[in-house]
């Protein structure tokens, strides 16, 4: 069984700054890519970045400049760091990676984080 489990959501004035994490965690034989996706209300889920292993990353337009995606292989974690938020960024953030696992080798999902942006 693999869980990501992400953190560090919360609500945040335009403008600021909020740094997610997500932890992939269980019978984890190898993490592949993991990416950052956000769903706002009424709207589709949407790429918001993605790293490689090795540290090759790609980015929405949207938040180019302002948000950093990075990771730490030996933890099994994948960071958002985002800056200058708008209250277009507002919605429910998932991290996504492709896990191998003792079982199988598939695309997990986290739970989701709420990120909200508003005075």
């Known amino acids: 069984q693999v869980q990501l489990v992400e953190s560090g959501g919360g609500l945040v004035q335009p403008g600021g700054s909020l740094r997610l994490s997500c932890a992939a965690s269980g019978s984890i034989v190898s993490v592949g890519a993991m990416g950052w996706y956000r769903q706002a209300p009424g709207k589709e889920r949407e790429l918001v970045a993605t790293?490689?292993?090795?540290?090759?990353?790609n980015y929405a337009d949207s938040v180019k400049g302002r948000f950093t995606i990075s990771r730490d292989n030996a933890k099994n974690t994948v960071y958002l760091q985002m800056n200058s938020l708008t209250p277009e960024d507002t919605a429910v953030y998932f991290c996504?990676?492709?896990?191998?696992?003792?079982?199988?080798?598939?695309?997990?999902w986290g739970q989701g984080t709420q990120v909200t942006v508003s005075s």
């Open positions: 790293i490689t292993t090795g540290g090759n990353t």
């Open positions: 996504n990676s492709w896990v191998t696992s003792t079982r199988n080798a598939r695309t997990y």
